[in-house]
């Protein structure tokens, strides 16, 4: 059964700051990888997708990384700003029941 | 990206009356969407596939005839809570994909509905 972890639970860093959320999954027959963003309340905003066949994405501030046969993406944010502040959530796309995974999150915090 | 629309956002019931929560995407088809429940600060809960013009498929624990889902185009589907409990209440979303290789498909996700039942 595929598991998803994320860590850390939750982040608080000052504005201006790089960081790396990091995912991670039990079962590497995935199609793909994704990020997304999700503001309280509200659904969720997808960030960056990879497939199963690619190492890294980038989308403005934002670089996902896929290291499949160990089980491991991360989400590097550079010079965080207060707007960042969301909970970020990784989930994978299981090969045969098609399914999405998802990890418990990670709740971001950007101090101004 | 790609829009998925639901609706309502939010909706406050009786008791014992049932809620139909929509799902729209709104500039493509897609043959597939899926609905997922949220409880605070918890992930996201996959409850059940729908297939358009199929009976949808539901995960092991979830109430098919509490939760009735009708995918009858390939841009609607729907989700009816039937006889509403206030143990239902919850974060409800969905969430749809294009059509294509599943690698390179994203999922996109609707704003999500929050039904309180009193």
């Known amino acids: 059964k595929q598991e998803v972890t994320q860590i850390p639970a939750a982040l608080s860093v000052p504005e201006g700051e790089n960081l790396v959320l990091n995912c991670s999954f039990t079962?590497?027959?995935?199609?793909?990888l994704q990020w997304f963003r999700q503001d309280p309340g509200k659904g969720l905003t997808s960030l960056l997708l990879?497939?199963?066949?690619?190492r890294e994405q980038t989308s403005g501030r934002l670089n996902a990384s896929l290291d499949k046969s160990s089980g491991r993406s991360t989400l590097y944010i550079a010079a965080s700003q207060p707007g960042d502040s969301a909970t970020y959530l990784c989930?994978?796309?299981?090969?045969?029941?098609?399914?999405?995974?998802f990890g418990q999150g990670t709740r971001l915090t950007i101090n101004p | 990206g790609a829009v998925v629309s639901q609706h309502p956002s939010w909706v406050i019931c009786k008791s014992g009356t049932s809620v139909k929560i929509e799902c729209r995407s709104l500039?493509?088809?897609?043959?597939?969407m899926f609905w997922y429940r949220q409880f605070p600060k918890q992930s996201l809960m996959l409850m059940a596939t729908?297939?358009?013009?199929?009976?949808?498929?539901?995960e092991q624990g979830v109430e098919k005839d509490k939760f009735l889902i009708n995918h009858a185009s390939l841009t609607l589907s729907t989700l009816t809570v039937t006889s509403a409990h206030p143990e239902d209440s919850s974060f409800y979303i969905c969430?749809?994909?294009?059509?294509?290789?599943?690698?390179?498909?994203?999922?996109?996700f609707g704003q999500g509905t929050r039904l309180t039942v009193v």
């Open positions: 729908s297939n358009e013009g199929s009976k949808a498929t539901y």
């Open positions: 990879i497939q199963s066949s690619q």
């Open positions: 969430s749809a994909r294009r059509a294509g290789p599943l690698a390179n498909t994203e999922a996109f």
């Open positions: 079962d590497s027959a995935i199609y793909n």
């Open positions: 500039d493509f088809q897609a043959t597939t």
């Open positions: 989930a994978v796309l299981i090969q045969g029941a098609q399914k999405l995974v």
